[in-house]
């Protein structure tokens, strides 16, 4: 059974900083591509970030330079390092895991929130 929980969200001023982690389970977490989507009131869900198992990273456009996916294999988690917050940042945060065989999985997602 694949879990995948986040942490890290909260409430924090426009150009504060927060960091998302998401600790999988259930998967061979470093065969797996992961990736950090985020959902705002009213708009579609959209990636924000991923990173390959290969450990290639790709930006949604506009968190490049101020957003950093990382991940440890070791302990089976991905990051995500968000600087320079916007309120337009604010989302809940899903972490996103797909298998070599294609299988994906999602997390309950977590609350960020950036006040202005």
């Known amino acids: 059974q694949v879990q995948l929980v986040e942490s890290g969200g909260g409430l924090v001023q426009a150009g504060g900083s927060l960091r998302l982690s998401c600790a999988a389970s259930?998967?061979?977490?470093?065969?797996?591509?992961m990736d950090w989507y985020r959902q705002a009131p009213g708009k579609q869900r959209e990636l924000v970030a991923g990173?390959?198992?290969?450990?290639?990273?790709n930006y949604n456009d506009s968190v490049k330079g101020r957003f950093t996916i990382s991940r440890d294999n070791a302990k089976n988690t991905v990051y995500l390092q968000m600087n320079s917050l916007k309120p337009e940042d604010t989302a809940v945060y899903y972490c996103?895991?797909?298998?070599?065989?294609?299988?994906?999985?999602w997390g309950q997602g977590t609350q960020v929130t950036v006040s202005s």
């Open positions: 990173i390959t198992r290969g450990g290639r990273v």
């Open positions: 996103k895991s797909t298998t070599v065989y294609g299988l994906a999985s």
């Open positions: 259930g998967i061979i977490f470093s065969s797996s591509n």
